[in-house]
């Protein structure tokens, strides 16, 4: 074993539906990914080469609290398609993408809008308003074996028993397997790899106190209360 300076940092991981626990290595997000929501924040819906920025495994959170973060007055939620990966490579054709994939779970991108747009106006990077502390609350996963591959079905999130976002799986514009293969060209996907596939229009602020339910079929809900 490798003598380290430290201690060694504690691999995050998610819960699975299996018992057993699935280590994550990175955290891919895409950006704008349904029509909807490209449009109701001020860009075009036509099909364009896809963005991602990413977030910190250690902001994945399965506890079912988010705690409100500091320096904003502005948190969003985003209610997304979790899609989790058991092997990878380089140049992964849109034919074997989906047999890297482990499982689906829920997730949320929680997001410091203000931060963020401050970011977005000054050109500069997106980290400030999405990785921070707990900003990905997820639910378990789920293998594929148990749910099979979810290319269609209601994606919703409801603050406080009341509608917020509402969508279906078909509308993603760039579907799995193209971001799967879209991240290969330039990244070398490994297992542990994890996506945020994006979210439906509909995105609004939370407050302390708030509960978040999300919701996609196929996979349950996860509730989420805000602190």
Known sequence: MTQTVIPTPATPTIPTS?????????????????????????????????????????NLDASGSFPYPPHSSDVHHEV???????????????????????????????TRRDLQAEAKKAGRPWEIGKAFERSA??????????????????ISLAVNGTPRQTGDLNQMIWKVPEMIAYLSEY??????????????????????????????????????KIT
Not at 83 to 110: C, F, P, Q, R, T
Not at 145 to 150: C, R, V
Request: include cysteine; proline fraction near 6%; charged fraction near 15%.
């Open 18 to 58: 299996t018992g057993a626990a699935f280590p994550v290595r990175r955290v891919y997000c895409i950006g704008r990914n349904y029509a909807a929501h490209a449009v109701e924040m001020g860009h075009d819906p036509n099909r364009e080469a896809p963005f991602f920025f990413q977030k910190n495994p250690d």
């Open 80 to 110: 997304e398609l979790v899609v989790a990966l058991k092997s990878g490579g380089n140049n992964i054709s849109l034919d074997d993408a989906l047999n890297h994939v482990w499982g689906y779970a829920i997730g949320l991108d929680m």
């Open 187 to 224: 990244f070398e996907l490994q297992a542990g790899d994890v996506i945020l596939s994006g979210t439906p229009s509909g995105v609004g602020a939370v407050q302390r106190g708030d509960v978040m339910e999300a919701m996609i079929e196929g996979l349950g809900t996860l509730t989420v």
């Open 137 to 154: 609350p997820v639910g378990p996963l789920h293998p594929v074996a148990a749910t099979g591959h979810l290319t269609q079905g209601q």
